[in-house]
């Protein structure tokens, strides 16, 4: 089966009101290209879960999210997301917020099909107040005296992941350091659409060492698009590393008049041949130094 | 470099001393440089990680690092980091924006409006599960009423001694919070009531200054020692993992 998809075919499969997963971790490994394609579109009203960076605030900046469900929403080394902020401080987007365990478990919960998992974590805090998130109950156990929260299943209508290779078939390769959550997103999903920087013969994967950093199975995969840098500017380590200045940028425009509508003329726009122009080129790219903490 | 950070550092380190075996996270530079220096000083079995993916057998010095390489030892991506947080074999030492009388704090907002916050911060993180799961100590690089607050924290991201807040089939003792260290004072809960008691001053600050500066009534032992200066060799240690001086600016003046 040939999983190819452009990313119009991929967005054209999403719908208003859906509840979406991305993948990656902060300013690591997000599906930015396909974020892109749904600044472009009419898409509205999602429900988004993700550790969340420039994926979460350009689509609040957008007007995209209904509601967010998170742990946190930062760029690392620029601590607070500008957009997610500006959301937030609006009251403009719904939100349960978690911890980042408990993301864990939810999505863990809905790729095995249960209703919730049981966990101390949340515990004592305002994470369980009903007035900061009424959908997440306290219950008593049928095996001792302790009340456990119980997290719920993090359903999700749809996966974004970016990986760095795969090939038609849906065999999605992460190469880099950390798959983070991803898998995990992948099976709290009823459909996964992934990016990948290269795609690759469908014999790449016979060398079993490359096969085991393959972290799902193909069934699991919907649809794939090719996308070379189609991370940028989040990173996808070791071809790449995230770009400090290009997140300075689009940090620093949150705070100019207009800066979101320049930042979407300059850089989404655009096809992602002329993105990646405008970004200083593919060489360019290559190069970003990985940036230490 | 200020003699106050690296009086600080050294004083924060001697909080993982006697943790033994296990993963050690110090968030921000002074609680990085702490747990780091405990590493290759009071507690060599400590484990920590390189921030990203892998335990480190040695800790990363801070800033560019030229030609170093990390010396990888396990690999440790985030979601075995999980997997550690819920064994237990973990302290962690944060740096929240407010804490309270309870030892509760907060990352996520500032506002008593959770639906508008005043200030949106980073979100709750992995805050409540390291609260309930493991040692946790905290590190302030001002003390003062902003952080120390009146009343609860705007937002309680982590289980603290708050009896209202307690669990069914949880006692007090189940939470372990160790150290509050600030740039006037190292503090614990070593009290009956887990109350937050002043442990040592620093140099030339006195517990009234300390009180004043706090939005709760603390504990103010009687005889209260000086927080030691740091030795030759924890100095000497701390400027090979900080060679470009990053904590320089760590603490404002």
Same mark, same amino acid.
């Given at each position: 089966?040939?999983?190819?998809?452009?990313?119009?075919?991929?967005?054209?499969? =999403?719908?208003?009101?859906?509840?979406? !997963?991305?993948? !990656?971790?902060?300013?690591?490994?997000?599906?930015?290209?396909?974020?892109?394609?749904?600044?472009?579109?009419?898409?509205?009203? =999602?429900?988004?879960?993700?550790?969340?960076?420039?994926?979460?605030?350009?689509?609040?900046?957008?007007?995209?999210?209904?509601? =967010?469900?998170?742990?946190?929403?930062?760029?690392?080394?620029?601590?607070?997301?500008?957009?997610?902020?500006?959301?937030?401080?609006?009251?403009?987007?719904?939100?349960?917020?978690?911890?980042?365990?408990?993301?864990?478990?939810?999505?863990?919960?809905?790729?095995?099909?249960?209703?919730?998992?049981?966990?101390?974590?949340?515990?004592?805090?305002?994470?369980?107040?009903?007035?900061?998130?009424?959908?997440?109950?306290?219950?008593?156990?049928?095996?001792?005296?302790?009340?456990?929260?119980?997290?719920?299943?993090?359903?999700?209508?749809?996966?974004? @992941?970016?990986?760095?290779?795969?090939?038609?078939?849906?065999?999605?390769?992460?190469?880099?350091?950390?798959?983070?959550?991803?898998?995990?997103?992948?099976?709290?999903?009823?459909? +996964?659409?992934?990016?990948?920087?290269?795609?690759?013969?469908?014999?790449?994967?016979?060398?079993?060492?490359?096969?085991?950093?393959?972290?799902?199975?193909?069934?699991?995969?919907?649809?794939?698009?090719?996308?070379?840098?189609?991370?940028?500017?989040?990173?996808?380590?070791?071809?790449?590393?995230?770009?400090?200045?290009?997140?300075?940028?689009?940090?620093?425009?949150?705070?100019?008049?207009?800066?979101?509508?320049?930042?979407?003329?300059?850089?989404?726009?655009?096809?992602?041949?002329?993105? =990646?122009?405008?970004?200083?080129?593919?060489?360019?790219?290559?190069?970003?130094?990985?940036?230490?903490? | 470099?200020?003699?106050?950070?690296?009086?600080?550092?050294?004083?924060?380190?001697?909080?993982?001393?006697?943790?033994?075996?296990?993963?050690?996270? !110090?968030?921000?530079?002074?609680?990085?440089?702490?747990?780091?220096?405990?590493?290759? +000083?009071?507690?060599?079995?400590?484990?920590?990680?390189?921030?990203?993916?892998?335990?480190?057998?040695?800790?990363?010095?801070?800033?560019?690092?030229?030609?170093?390489?990390?010396?990888?030892?396990?690999?440790?991506?985030?979601?075995?980091?999980?997997?550690?947080?819920?064994?237990?074999?973990?302290?962690?030492?944060?740096?929240?924006?407010?804490?309270?009388?309870?030892?509760?704090?907060?990352?996520?907002?500032?506002?008593?409006?959770?639906?508008?916050?005043?200030?949106?911060?980073?979100?709750?993180?992995?805050?409540?599960?390291?609260?309930?799961?493991?040692?946790?100590?905290?590190?302030?690089?001002?003390?003062?009423?902003?952080?120390?607050?009146?009343?609860?924290?705007?937002?309680?991201?982590?289980?603290?001694?708050?009896?209202?807040?307690?669990?069914?089939?949880?006692?007090?003792?189940?939470?372990?919070?160790?150290?509050?260290? +600030?740039?006037?004072? @190292?503090?614990?809960?070593?009290?009956?009531?887990?109350?937050?008691?002043?442990?040592?001053?620093?140099?030339?600050?006195?517990?009234?200054?300390?009180?004043?500066?706090?939005?709760?009534?603390?504990? @103010?032992?009687?005889?209260? $020692?000086?927080?030691?200066? $740091? +030795?030759?060799?924890?100095?000497?240690?701390?400027?090979?993992?900080?060679?470009?001086?990053?904590?320089?600016?760590?603490?404002?003046?």
């Amino acid at each position: 089966m040939n999983k190819e998809m452009t990313l119009t075919d991929i967005v054209g499969q =999403l719908e208003d009101g859906m509840t979406i !997963g991305i993948g !990656g971790w902060g300013p690591r490994r997000k599906p930015m290209a396909l974020i892109r394609e749904i600044l472009r579109s009419d898409l509205k009203d =999602l429900t988004v879960v993700a550790y969340g960076g420039a994926d979460v605030g350009m689509l609040c900046a957008a007007g995209k999210v209904k509601k =967010l469900i998170f742990a946190f929403v930062s760029l690392d080394f620029i601590p607070l997301e500008p957009y997610f902020r500006k959301a937030r401080q609006s009251g403009a987007i719904e939100v349960m917020e978690i911890d980042e365990g408990m993301m864990v478990l939810g999505l863990k919960a809905a790729g095995y099909g249960c209703p919730f998992i049981p966990t101390k974590i949340g515990l004592g805090t305002d994470v369980i107040n009903p007035d900061v998130n009424p959908d997440i109950k306290v219950i008593d156990s049928p095996y001792d005296d302790k009340e456990w929260v119980a997290m719920p299943a993090l359903n999700l209508d749809a996966a974004l @992941i970016h990986v760095d290779r795969a090939n038609s078939r849906g065999v999605c390769q992460i190469k880099g350091p950390d798959h983070y959550m991803d898998d995990l997103f992948v099976r709290a999903a009823n459909k +996964t659409y992934v990016t990948c920087d290269e795609l690759v013969e469908d014999g790449y994967f016979s060398d079993q060492e490359e096969a085991r950093y393959v972290f799902w199975e193909r069934a699991q995969t919907t649809g794939v698009c090719h996308v070379a840098y189609g991370a940028h500017p989040t990173s996808c380590w070791p071809l790449y590393s995230f770009d400090v200045k290009h997140f300075k940028g689009y940090s620093a425009s949150a705070k100019e008049e207009n800066g979101w509508e320049n930042y979407v003329n300059e850089f989404v726009n655009c096809s992602q041949d002329e993105y =990646l122009e405008k970004v200083g080129g593919a060489e360019a790219i290559k190069q970003l130094p990985k940036p230490t903490f | 470099m200020s003699d106050l950070v690296d009086l600080v550092i050294c004083a924060a380190s001697e909080a993982f001393k006697d943790d033994g075996e296990v993963l050690v996270t !110090g968030i921000g530079v002074v609680p990085r440089l702490a747990a780091s220096l405990a590493m290759l +000083t009071s507690n060599t079995d400590i484990m920590m990680t390189d921030s990203e993916a892998y335990i480190v057998s040695e800790p990363v010095p801070v800033g560019p690092r030229g030609d170093y390489e990390i010396k990888a030892e396990t690999w440790m991506g985030f979601s075995r980091i999980f997997d550690n947080v819920w064994s237990g074999k973990r302290q962690l030492m944060g740096g929240p924006t407010q804490i309270d009388k309870y030892g509760q704090a907060n990352i996520s907002m500032i506002g008593s409006d959770y639906a508008n916050p005043k200030v949106q911060m980073l979100g709750v993180r992995g805050f409540p599960g390291n609260s309930i799961s493991h040692a946790n100590s905290y590190f302030f690089p001002q003390h003062n009423k902003k952080c120390f607050v009146e009343g609860e924290v705007d937002m309680v991201s982590t289980i603290g001694y708050n009896p209202e807040r307690l669990p069914k089939g949880y006692s007090l003792d189940d939470v372990d919070l160790r150290w509050v260290v +600030t740039n006037l004072c @190292i503090m614990d809960f070593e009290t009956p009531n887990k109350q937050m008691r002043i442990r040592s001053l620093h140099p030339g600050v006195t517990a009234e200054q300390v009180q004043e500066n706090t939005g709760f009534e603390i504990v @103010i032992p009687d005889n209260i $020692p000086e927080t030691p200066a $740091p +030795t030759a060799e924890q100095l000497e240690v701390i400027n090979k993992l900080d060679p470009h001086g990053v904590r320089a600016s760590a603490i404002p003046s």
